[in-house]
């Protein structure tokens, strides 16, 4: 999916046998309040679907403002009582800083690094 400023695009992650249900989405350009609500919908249908680990790669994100920090949070909130989680893996260097600045950065930094 592209909308102006953002691109996302949804790798299936599948089941582990565990109950787990994994979805890899990867985001490109710049993550604010104009796109910000594109990611939240995503999720939400990522969610609606069964997902309950969402993987976000955020090497392509550009620019983080706190409406895309607002949209990773509600992600993040709606996971957890599923057992579930939201992980950022690849972080760009303004995500990593904004993540930080905010003291977000350990609750979503991927244990893959």
Do not use: K, W
């Not at 999916?1 to 979805?23: K, R």
């Not at 990522?46 to 409406?67: K, M, N, Q, R």
């Not at 690849?90 to 977000?104: K, Q």
Request: hydrophobic share 40%; aromatic share 2%.
């Amino acid at each position: 999916m592209t909308t102006e400023g953002l691109h996302l695009e949804t790798q299936a992650g599948g089941d582990a046998g565990d109950g787990v249900q994994t979805q890899r989405l990867v985001a490109t350009g710049d993550l604010d309040l104009a796109t910000a609500p594109i990611l939240g919908e995503r999720v939400d249908a990522l969610i609606s679907s069964g997902a309950t680990v969402i993987i976000l790669d955020a090497a392509g994100i550009e620019f983080l403002d706190s409406s895309g920090v607002r949209v990773l949070v509600q992600a993040s909130n709606a996971l957890e009582p599923l057992g579930g989680r939201l992980s950022i893996e690849n972080m760009s260097a303004p995500v990593e800083r904004v993540l930080e600045i905010t003291g977000l950065l350990e609750r979503y930094r991927s244990p893959a690094g």
